[in-house]
């Protein structure tokens, strides 16, 4: 089992910076990809970015790809998302989740590939 705490969630406003972060525990070393997504009220859970956990590799969703910046830290089994830049519709709760595959470009997308997920941390952004 592997447990997923977010944290770093807030209010801010258009233009500012928020700093999430995902702490895993457990069997944390079986971790193959952790990956961010958010869901606005009424709307899908969809990608933000992921990362391999071993190799590094990184996805991003196209609308945040040039603002936010996914990074881990092996030694703390913790996973970081700066967003910079934020803008109103990046409003949404954001979820850490992982799985213990390494995903690639086809799949590490879909939330339904990703078996442990966190509570999920508010991120609001005023205009």
């Known amino acids: 089992q592997v447990q997923l705490v977010e944290s770093g969630g807030g209010l801010v406003q258009a233009g500012d910076s928020l700093t999430l972060s995902c702490a895993a525990s457990g069997r944390a070393s079986s971790v193959g990809t952790i990956g961010w997504f958010r869901q606005a009220p009424g709307k899908e859970r969809t990608l933000v970015a992921a990362?391999?956990?071993?190799?590094?590799?990184?996805y991003y969703a196209d609308s945040v790809k040039t603002r936010f910046t996914i990074s881990k830290d092996n030694a703390n089994d913790t996973v970081s998302l700066q967003m910079n830049s934020l803008k109103p519709e990046d409003t949404a709760v954001y979820y850490c989740?992982?799985?213990?595959?390494?995903?690639?470009?086809?799949?590490?997308?879909?939330?339904?590939?990703?078996?442990?997920w966190g509570q999920g941390t508010q991120v609001t952004v005023s205009s």
């Open positions: 989740a992982a799985d213990e595959r390494q995903f690639a470009t086809a799949t590490v997308n879909y939330p339904r590939n990703y078996y442990y």
């Open positions: 990362i391999n956990w071993s190799r590094g590799i990184t």
